[in-house]
């Protein structure tokens, strides 16, 4: 069993930058792949980025790629999300998710966090 709390939401400029953190419970976090989705209004929930178990492995929706960055610190139960040159169309619901592998599918993932905030204004 693992709890996921994300934390670092908030209302940001466009251009500007957020880290979201996702802090885990359990001790087999490190066997977990973690994954961040986001949710706007009206959409359906959509992958945002991905890492394997190690940190070694990442993926990324084109729609981010150069701009958010996904790692984890295994010592510390916590996965982050550093995104920057931030957009208005960024703006949603952000989930952490963990899993048995990184799959954009959010089906997939077995274990969420209860969401996190990002606005971002124009």
């Known amino acids: 069993q693992v709890q996921l709390v994300e934390s670092g939401g908030g209302l940001v400029q466009a251009g500007g930058s957020l880290r979201l953190s996702c802090a885990a419970s359990?001790?087999?976090?490190?066997?977990?792949?973690m994954g961040w989705f986001r949710q706007a209004p009206g959409k359906e929930r959509e992958f945002v980025a991905g890492i394997g178990w190690s940190g070694t492995y990442t993926n990324y929706a084109d729609s981010v790629k150069g701009r958010f960055t996904i790692s984890r610190d295994n010592a510390k139960n916590t996965v982050y999300l550093q995104m920057n040159s931030l957009k208005p169309e960024d703006t949603a619901v952000y989930y952490c998710?963990?899993?048995?592998?990184?799959?954009?599918?959010?089906?997939?993932?077995?274990?969420w966090g209860q969401g996190t905030q990002v606005t971002v204004s124009s």
């Open positions: 359990g001790r087999t976090f490190s066997s977990y792949a």
């Open positions: 998710a963990a899993g048995a592998y990184i799959t954009t599918q959010a089906s997939s993932y077995n274990y």
